[in-house]
């Protein structure tokens, strides 16, 4: 343990038991600036010997983005004799897994199953834990049916940092769930909030993302603005993230809003789309025809380079079916300038 940490925790042990976390967490700011009271919490997770710290600890780790202390920790509650210790570890490693694209989001749900407790905190993780895989599957329609679980496992949590950072997962979910219901004003609510507090680049990138699209129909450089602001986060971090942003994020919000000079992608049905907002409609159909089992989205962009009402009413059909009633709006926007232009195809 590093000296300054020790200074810090002598007077803290005079009980005789270790500090808790958040109580450590509210000395150090006193005397030092949050980067140095975040690194400080970080050593004193690998350290503590309370299997109490040691699962929220687990939970701090991973919202401040210490992902390789959090695989040590990790390791070090699946050794523990607690049965709770182990249950959670379990979930932070499945955590783990999935923000790092290594296990199949189904595997995740199989795995979630077999957890057994009666911890109402871990329960209301678990439930955290369907909704990001849920969104990750882009089934929308399923991320309602936790909110009564959530909220009511909210209200017996004790440990004021798992408060904390409970508290940013819960607007971090209504962000999304704002966001899918179409419903902005409460969308950029939640999201704003979570700027303010969050110290994860990671979820202040994902958080910029979801805001900038919160103004894509109706504000291009306020949704500019936000996606510039992920990618530069997430360079620090995360290089393919930083890459889908520039490929897919900003190619998107520029086509929606009818500017393509000097906006490039690797990506090529964004690539189709700026040929629509450039009006080379033949060159995006050539492309999008030449997708087969075409998602949602390029179903919309062919609906728009085609000036198809077949397929922008599937396009509409299948995002309002995974419950994406925001993204459904927009092959909707353009089937009824089709029919105020009078100029429908099939």
């Known amino acids: 343990m590093s000296k300054e940490l020790n200074t810090v925790l002598k007077p803290l042990l005079q009980s005789g038991e270790e500090p808790s976390l958040f109580t450590l967490y509210q000395a150090l700011q006193i005397e030092y600036e949050m980067g140095r009271v975040l690194s400080l919490v970080k050593e004193y997770c690998l350290q503590t010997v309370s299997e109490h710290n040691k699962i929220v600890g687990m939970e701090f780790l991973y919202m401040n983005d210490f992902l390789k202390e959090l695989e040590q920790a990790i390791e070090d509650n699946l050794q523990s004799q607690q049965s709770s210790n182990q249950n959670w570890a379990k979930v932070y490693d499945l955590i783990l897994k999935r923000r790092r694209q290594q296990i199949d989001p189904f595997e995740i749900l199989k795995r979630l199953r077999k957890i057994k407790t009666e911890d109402n905190a871990l329960l209301t993780m678990i439930s955290f834990m369907k909704i990001y895989v849920h969104l990750d599957l882009t089934q929308y329609n399923e991320v309602g049916n936790y909110i009564d ?11 004021p940092l798992f408060k904390k950072y409970y508290q940013e997962r819960l607007d971090d979910f209504w962000m999304f769930y704002y966001l899918f219901r179409n419903e902005l004003i409460l969308c950029r609510k939640h999201g704003f909030r979570l700027l303010n507090q969050s110290k994860n680049p990671y979820k202040l990138s994902t958080t910029h993302i979801v805001i900038g699209h919160s103004y894509a129909r109706e504000n291009y450089e306020q949704s500019i603005y936000h996606f510039y602001r992920a990618k530069d986060l997430a360079v620090t971090f995360n290089q393919q993230m930083a890459k889908q942003i520039i490929n897919q994020n900003i190619p998107f919000v520029s086509a929606l ?13 964004e690539q189709a789309h700026l040929a629509i907002a450039a009006g080379r409609a033949d060159e995006a159909i050539k492309t999008l025809e030449g997708f087969t089992n075409r998602t949602p989205f390029q179903e919309y962009y062919l609906g728009k380079a085609k000036q198809s009402e077949f397929h922008l009413k599937l396009a509409y059909r299948q995002f309002k079916q995974s419950g994406n009633f925001f993204i459904a709006k927009l092959p909707l926007l353009e089937l009824e300038r089709l029919k105020e232009k009078g100029a429908a195809s099939f």
Request: charged share 40%; proline share 0%.
């Open 149 to 159: 679980d959530i909220t009511e496992g909210m209200e017996a949590f004790e440990d």
């Open 257 to 269: 809003n009818g500017i393509y000079e000097g906006i490039t992608t690797d990506d090529e049905a």
